[in-house]
């Protein structure tokens, strides 16, 4: 059973920062792509980050130059770094791995930016 920790989540005032981590029980270096969505209350989960097996990275249009997606293959872990948190960027965010092996999710971590 492979699974996804998300963490590092929280409130936190406009113009902050949060730094999210998604820890997996398997290997991350074989997968195609490490991915951060995320879903704002009442809306569809969008995608937000990808990297991908060689490190190439991509961003939606919203969080380019706020938003850094990195990973570390050691310690099976995909980080989001996030900055200059705006109010439109509340919702909950998922980490999925990208296979093959398969595609896993993790459970989400909340994070919530006031005004």
């Known amino acids: 059973q492979v699974q996804l920790v998300e963490s590092g989540g929280g409130l936190v005032q406009a113009g902050g920062s949060l730094r999210l981590s998604c820890a997996a029980s398997?290997?991350?270096?074989?997968?195609?792509?490490l991915v951060w969505y995320r879903q704002a209350p009442g809306k569809q989960r969008e995608w937000v980050a990808t990297i991908t097996k060689s490190s190439y990275v991509n961003y939606v249009d919203s969080v380019k130059g706020r938003f850094t997606i990195s990973k570390d293959n050691a310690k099976n872990t995909v980080y989001l770094q996030m900055n200059s948190l705006k109010p439109e960027d509340t919702g909950v965010y998922y980490c999925k791995l990208t296979g093959p092996p398969g595609n896993y999710w993790g459970q989400g971590t909340q994070v919530s930016v006031s005004s």
């Open positions: 398997i290997s991350i270096s074989s997968f195609e792509a």
